[in-house]
Structure formats: C-alpha cells, structure tokens
C-alpha cells in the first residue's frame, strides 16, 4: 500500500532521516516507536510532501509521490492526524468535517459523516460548537473523523493520544480498533506502548 525506501531528509543543513525502510501492508496497523527528537514526525511530514526529500522514493500503490504537494497527496488517499489537531477554531464540529469531506462514489463503506459519528458517537451532540469550543479530547476525536471524511487508503496520526485524559485515551483507542476490524490501514505514532501494542 505505502512504501518508503532509502528515505533522507534534512531541516537545512541538518539531516534527519538516514536511509528510512518503510512498508504498509493493505489493512495493517504499523507503528513507528522511538524517543522525541528520533524522527517519526519528520517521517510523517516526509510522506505528506511538507519537507523535500534528498534521497528515497515514497511510493503509494505503486505510485511515486514523494514529488507531489500536500494537496495532492491527501486527494490520493493519505489522511493525516497532526501533531496539536490543527482543527477550525472557527468552524463548528459539523463544518469542521464537511471541509474535508471527499467524493466516495465507488467506496463500498464509504466515511460518511453519520459513519464517522458512529466510531465517535460523543461527537454528535458537538455538532453545532465551535472548534475553540471543544475539550482537547474531543477535538482530537475530531481531527480523527474529519481525517476520514476523506476517505483516506492510508491514515496517519501522529501523537495519537498525547496530553489526554485517560477515558479520552481509551475512546480513541476504541475507534481505532474500530478501524482496524474495518480493514483500514493506518500507521501510528504514539508512546502508550501497551495499547500500541495491542493494536499494531
């Protein structure tokens, strides 16, 4: 599904990655595991187009990307978590997911907005709030959904659960249990490494 191979890249003159390997297998659950400051985000941003390459290939289904703006990597089917949410503040809940929602036409289970409540049903009574008006929980819970209105073949987060409540920790695990059980192929980045575990 999502191949990266002899992947380097640098912030300026530093290099941060040196000869990554990478593969995701269609409905696996891969994890990337290391201290801060190890480069599992760099990767991340790698894969998204959000810093060049200086060396590798990224390959998405057999199609090199690693070339392609951000944009166009989410349109081909990468849906991104990031690192602090980066939800609309100024969106409600309800706006916050049709921003991203794609075209399905042709999906057999398409993410639907009812579909995406369903694996997060503390979100339907948020619908109408703003994003600034949401518990940091719920706006993680958020950026979940809205990353699978897209509809995406691959979904990364990057710091899954960082800084939650414990009970918000298990609902996003939970939902992506969900996912897993679904097929979804996802690669997560976390440092609960027992619920990672139990779900790589």
Same mark, same amino acid.
């Given at each position: 599904?999502?191949?990266?191979?002899?992947?380097?890249?640098? @912030?300026?003159?530093?290099?941060?990655?040196?000869? =990554?390997?990478?593969?995701?297998?269609?409905?696996?659950?891969?994890?990337?595991?290391? !201290? *801060?400051?190890?480069?599992?985000?760099? =990767?991340?941003?790698?894969?998204?187009?959000? &810093?060049?390459?200086? $060396?590798?290939?990224? %390959?998405?289904?057999?199609?090199?990307?690693?070339?392609?703006?951000? @944009? +166009?990597?989410? %349109?081909?089917?990468?849906?991104? =978590? /990031?690192?602090?949410? %980066?939800?609309? /503040? *100024? &969106?409600?809940? !309800?706006?916050?997911?049709?921003?991203?929602?794609?075209? @399905?036409?042709?999906?057999?289970?398409? @993410?639907?907005?009812?579909?995406?409540?369903?694996?997060? /049903?503390?979100?339907?009574?948020?619908? *109408?709030?703003?994003?600034?008006? &949401?518990?940091?929980?719920?706006?993680?819970?958020?950026?979940? +959904? !809205?990353?699978?209105?897209? *509809?995406?073949?691959?979904?990364?987060?990057?710091? $899954?659960?960082?800084?939650?409540? /414990?009970?918000?920790? +298990?609902?996003?695990? !939970?939902? &992506?249990?969900?996912?897993?059980?679904?097929?979804?192929?996802?690669?997560?980045?976390?440092?609960?490494?027992?619920?990672?575990?139990?779900?790589?």
């Amino acid at each position: 599904m999502l191949k990266l191979r002899g992947v380097e890249a640098c @912030y300026g003159s530093s290099q941060a990655l040196f000869g =990554v390997d990478l593969e995701l297998a269609d409905g696996s659950v891969t994890t990337l595991l290391g !201290r *801060n400051g190890m480069g599992k985000t760099t =990767v991340v941003r790698s894969i998204m187009g959000m &810093l060049p390459l200086r $060396a590798g290939v990224i %390959r998405l289904e057999g199609r090199e990307i690693q070339r392609l703006p951000s @944009y +166009a990597i989410a %349109r081909l089917g990468i849906g991104l =978590v /990031p690192e602090g949410r %980066r939800i609309f /503040p *100024n &969106l409600t809940l !309800r706006e916050n997911l049709l921003v991203a929602a794609a075209n @399905y036409a042709g999906a057999s289970e398409p @993410y639907t907005m009812e579909h995406v409540l369903s694996i997060f /049903p503390k979100l339907s009574d948020r619908l *109408n709030h703003f994003g600034n008006q &949401l518990s940091g929980g719920e706006q993680q819970m958020l950026a979940v +959904a !809205r990353a699978l209105m897209i *509809n995406p073949r691959v979904l990364i987060l990057d710091e $899954a659960t960082e800084g939650l409540a /414990p009970l918000i920790r +298990a609902e996003i695990w !939970r939902g &992506l249990t969900i996912l897993k059980e679904k097929g979804q192929t996802i690669l997560v980045i976390d440092k609960n490494i027992d619920a990672l575990l139990r779900i790589a």
